[in-house]
């Protein structure tokens, strides 16, 4: 079974019903988390899955509500017993804000831990970082407030679906979400480093997708509203990210 399931759709300021925004996606073989908000450990198994299955874990940039359960989750997986490693991809600067983090809690002296591995994405992207023979996941650089990288994930022979993570319109969203079957698109809002909803729309129709998820919205405002707004821009299907929605 290939899927991917939408563990939290929230902006930065997760809601009752509504975590922040963070991915699971399962290809067979391979179990891989994108980011780590609020709440990891009990959506992993509210979608079925055990935290000691996750394989690896993506992190797009290190804002608090992308990596700031990361300590936790860590230390869940340890008192799991977990013992095969754990490879944690980002750029440089993300995995470096991540050792810090985790050093503060002093995790390497915890008795019995499982290796954790780190993986440099270099910042001109990265083609097939993740790589199985039903898994292909590629990165770039977005555009928001710090470095920041959003994906492209091939499910072989299924669907591909894009994930924009939080930037403003840029061409590398374009590129990642070239044809894909869905766009998972942040619409925070019109600003420095985020994208309106209308935005995401015209990102959807220049890059030639079949469906926009709008993901990282704020769940205050009217929820036609939002989806309106997107439809001005794009006449394919476009749908609001709930939690636990499969993609």
């Known amino acids: 079974m290939s899927v991917v399931t939408i ?16 991915l699971l996606i399962q290809a067979n ?29 993506i992190l797009t940039h290190f804002h608090a509500d992308h990596m700031g359960s990361l300590p936790l989750l860590i230390m869940d997986m340890w008192l799991e017993k977990r013992e095969s ?8 600067i993300t995995l470096s804000k991540a050792r810090s983090l985790l050093e503060v809690f002093n995790w390497q002296d915890w008795k019995g831990m499982f290796p954790v ?27 928001h407030l710090v470095p ?5 994930i091939e ?10 993570c939080d930037t403003e319109p840029c061409e590398n969203v374009l590129k990642l979400a070239s044809q894909a079957d869905v766009l998972l698109q942040e619409a925070a809002g019109e600003g420095k480093g985020h ?19 709008l993901i990282h919205y704020d769940s205050r405002i ?24 499969l993609v």
């Open 195 to 213: 994208t309106s909803p209308a935005q995401a729309g015209w990102l959807a129709t220049r890059a030639g997708v079949k469906k926009l998820v």
């Open 29 to 57: 073989h391979k179990t891989v988390m994108v980011d780590c908000g609020d709440n990891p450990v009990a959506k992993l198994a509210a979608a079925g899955s055990h935290i000691n299955q996750v394989n690896d874990l």
């Open 117 to 143: 591995n780190f993986n440099v994405i270099p910042d001109a992207g990265h083609e097939g970082f993740i790589l199985d023979e039903d898994l292909a996941i590629s990165t770039s650089m977005v555009q």
């Open 85 to 92: 490693p754990l490879t944690i991809h980002g750029l440089e």
């Open 222 to 245: 009217d929820e036609e509203r939002l989806l309106a707004d997107a439809r001005s821009e794009f006449t394919g299907e476009v749908v609001l990210a709930k939690d636990m929605m």
């Open 7 to 22: 563990l939290g759709s929230a902006n930065a300021v997760p809601k009752i019903g509504q975590d922040n925004t963070h």
């Open 155 to 164: 499910i072989m022979g299924k669907k591909v679906i894009a994930y924009s």
């Open 148 to 152: 920041t990288i959003g994906l492209r």
